[in-house]
């Protein structure tokens, strides 16, 4: 079992920056590929990014590549999103994921965390 917890979100305004961790316990942390989604009000789960085990391949939806920045801790068990020039079509609730059962660009992980909101306003 691998459990998720989300922080960091909030509010800001168009062109800030803001930082989620998502810290994992349970099973070993650094053998899971990673991976950060997001869900808008009416709007489905989409992708953000993902990050192999190993932290070397990660990989971004276009609609945030040069913006956000995905990393590990393995040492701290911890996964960030980095989120620079922040938008308001960038508002959503964000979610971690662990062990994608497909695809990892499709949220179809077997562990989610609960979801953190983040707010873009003009």
């Known amino acids: 079992q691998v459990q998720l917890v989300e922080s960091g979100g909030g509010s800001v305004q168009a062109g800030g920056s803001l930082r989620l961790s998502c810290a994992a316990s349970g099973r070993t942390f650094s053998r899971n590929t990673m991976g950060w989604f997001r869900q808008a009000p009416g709007k489905e789960r989409e992708f953000v990014a993902y990050?192999?085990?190993?932290?070397?391949?990660?990989g971004y939806a276009d609609s945030v590549k040069g913006r956000f920045t995905i990393s590990r801790d393995s040492a701290k068990n911890t996964m960030y999103l980095q989120m620079n020039s922040l938008r308001p079509e960038d508002t959503a609730i964000y979610y971690c994921?662990?062990?994608?059962?497909?695809?990892?660009?499709?949220?179809?992980?077997?562990?989610w965390g609960q979801g953190t909101q983040v707010t873009v306003s003009l």
């Open positions: 994921a662990a062990e994608p059962s497909s695809y990892v660009y499709r949220p179809l992980y077997n562990y």
């Open positions: 990050i192999r085990r190993t932290g070397s391949n990660t």
